[in-house]
């Protein structure tokens, strides 16, 4: 599993991120506090504090360019 921490600033910035994460077949998970959703839900997403940075766990070892395509987003 692999974790780094991201920031979704905006509404746009929201529907990049599931845009990218929904490309990829593994479970991708954000975690707020104690509260862990889909990375692949908008809707889930919506539910989580966005004034806070979030924390993405992938559920692989080798997420291949997955990170490299989520720098924008990492604080």
């Given amino acids: ?5 991201i920031q979704l600033r905006s509404i746009n910035d929201v529907k990049e991120f599931v845009r990218i994460v929904n490309e990829y077949a593994f479970d991708i998970d954000l975690a707020s506090g104690r509260y862990v959703v889909d990375a692949k839900s908008i809707m889930g997403i919506f539910s989580l504090d966005l004034a806070r940075p979030i ?5 692989q070892d080798d997420p291949g360019d997955l990170e ?3 720098k924008p987003f990492m604080t």
């Fill in 1 to 5: 599993m692999k974790s780094f921490s």
């Fill in 68 to 70: 490299a395509r989520l």
């Fill in 55 to 59: 924390m993405v766990q992938v559920q």
